[in-house]
C-alpha cells in the first residue's frame, strides 16, 4: 500500500458539511464503544467488529462505510490494546473516549468509483472537492481519508495498491554518516549537511503566541483565533522538518547504494537536560526512518554498526585520544592526522560497517604498553585491508 496526501479547498459549505460528519462520527465511536463496554462488565460478552457493524446499520445520517470505519476503528484500538499487553509495553492504552480534538477524520474503506481519482475527488454526501493533485497517482485506489487539521486546513490521502512508481537510481558506493547537532550528517566523503533546525528560529514567536493563548478565555473567538495561528507554527516547524529530511534522503540515496549509521539510542540521548532540546528539534529517530524507507525503496541497504568510541579513536592509526564534546577538531599525536571531528567519526562508522565488527581494541594515547607505530590498518587481516583499501 502507498498513500498520497493532497490539499483541498472546501466551500464553506462543503467544510461545515465535513465538520458535521467528523462530529457525528465522533459521537457515534463513543456510544460504541460505551456499549462494547457495558456489555462485556453485565454479560461478559465482547461484541466482535461484525456485532458493531449490525448496530451501525440503518444509520442514514452518516454514509455507510464511513460509519462502518467507525466500528473498525474501535476493532483495531482493542487490537492494539492487546498487543502491547503481550509485549509487555508500560503504557498500555486502553481504548479511550474521543473529544473534538481528538477526532478529526472520516474514511472510505472502498472506492465506488476510482475512475474520477486524480482528477476530482467525491466524498458522498459531501460533494465534489477542491483538491490539488500536485503528484500523478499511481496503482488502484483503495481508500479515501478526509482530514481536518489544527490548523483550520482540509487534506485527503488515498491509499493505492499495485504502484508502479520508477525505483530511485542509486550505485553500488559505500558511505559512512556521521550524526550530530553541528553538522547534523558529516559523510565519510567530506561532506557536510547542516540541518535548519526551525523550532530554534521559531521559538520566540511561539512563546508570544502561547502566552497571548493562555491569557484568552476559554470558548472565544480570541482563543480559537489564536490556537490556529500557533498551530500554524507548529505545522511550519513540521513542514520544514519532514521536507529537509526527505530531500537529503534522497541525495544520499542517489549518490550511495549501502549506508552505514550508527545504532543510536535516542531516547538515552534525550535525558540529557542541556541537549534534549537541540536532539528533538533535528528529529534524528524520524530522518533515519525515512532515509532506511528510500533505501529500501531504491534497493539500497542502511546498515547500523555499534557507536562506542567512533568519535574518540583515530580513523588513520586507530589510537584512542580522548576529548570532550566542546574539542570539534581531531588531533591525534600519533600519526598526526588533524581532521573534523565528525569527519573522522563517519570514517571510523565507515571501517567498522564493512568489516562487519568492532575496531581491534587499543590502549589509550600515553598508555606504556601501547604498540607505537602499530597502526590501525596494520591490526586488520589480510582480506579485511584490501576491502578497505579502495576507500583508503
Known amino acids: 500500500m502507498k498513500a498520497y496526501k493532497y490539499r483541498i479547498y472546501p466551500t464553506k459549505e462543503q467544510a461545515k458539511a465535513v465538520d458535521e460528519t467528523m462530529e457525528k462520527c465522533r459521537l457515534l465511536y463513543n456510544e460504541l464503544l460505551a456499549l462494547k463496554k457495558e456489555t462485556y462488565k453485565k454479560d461478559g460478552v465482547d461484541l466482535s467488529r461484525k456485532d458493531l457493524y449490525k448496530q451501525v446499520k440503518g444509520n442514514r445520517e452518516i454514509y455507510s462505510q464511513a460509519s462502518q470505519n467507525v466500528a473498525d476503528r474501535i476493532n483495531k484500538a482493542y487490537q492494539n490494546f492487546f498487543t502491547r499487553i503481550k ?59 478526509v482530514k481536518k487539521t489544527k490548523s483550520e486546513k482540509y487534506f485527503v490521502t488515498i491509499c493505492c495498491k499495485k504502484t508502479t512508481d520508477k525505483p530511485i537510481k542509486t550505485t553500488n558506493k559505500e558511505v559512512g554518516i556521521d550524526l550530530g547537532l553541528n553538522n547534523f550528517v558529516a559523510t565519510s566523503e567530506g561532506e557536510f549537511f547542516e540541518h535548519p533546525k526551525p523550532m530554534k528560529q521559531l521559538t520566540e514567536t511561539r512563546k ?42 534522497q541525495t544520499l540515496i542517489k549518490k550511495y547504494g549501502t549506508i552505514y549509521v550508527e545504532d543510536l539510542n535516542i531516547k538515552g540521548m534525550q535525558k540529557n537536560h542541556y541537549l534534549a532540546k537541540a536532539i528533538a528539534d533535528v528529529s534524528l529517530g524520524d530522518f533515519l526512518q525515512k532515509l532506511s524507507y528510500k533505501a529500501e525503496s531504491a534497493r539500497g541497504q542502511v546498515v547500523k554498526v555499534n557507536p562506542k568510541n567512533t568519535s574518540q ?59 607505537v607505530g602499530t597502526s590501525q590498518w596494520q591490526a586488520l587481516s589480510t582480506k579485511q585491508e584490501a576491502s578497505c583499501e579502495s576507500w583508503r
Open 208 to 249: 508570544k503566541l502561547a502566552r497571548r493563548f493562555s491569557k484568552t478565555k476559554k470558548k472565544s473567538n480570541n482563543r480559537n483565533k489564536t490556537r490556529v495561528k500557533l498551530a500554524r507554527v507548529d505545522e511550519k516547524i513540521a513542514n520544514t522538518r519532514n521536507d529537509f529530511g526527505w530531500k537529503l534522503c
Open 87 to 145: 509485549r509487555g509495553e508500560k503504557k498500555k492504552g486502553f481504548p479511550r473516549f474521543k473529544n473534538y480534538e481528538t477526532y478529526n477524520s472520516i474514511t472510505l474503506p472502498q472506492i465506488t468509483n476510482t475512475k474520477n481519482i486524480g482528477k476530482k475527488t467525491y466524498f458522498p454526501k459531501i460533494g465534489w472537492l477542491n483538491t490539488k493533485y500536485h503528484r500523478q497517482i499511481t496503482g488502484v485506489a483503495k481508500t479515501l481519508t
Open 313 to 371: 579513536k583515530c580513523s588513520e592509526c586507530g589510537r584512542i585520544v580522548k576529548k570532550e564534546l566542546c574539542i570539534r577538531t581531531h588531533k591525534c599525536p600519533n600519526c598526526s592526522l588533524e581532521i573534523d571531528r565528525d569527519l573522522n567519526a563517519a570514517r571510523n562508522i565507515l571501517i567498522i560497517g564493512r568489516i562487519g565488527q568492532e575496531l581491534p581494541k587499543l590502549k589509550p594515547d600515553g598508555d606504556e604498553a601501547t604498540t
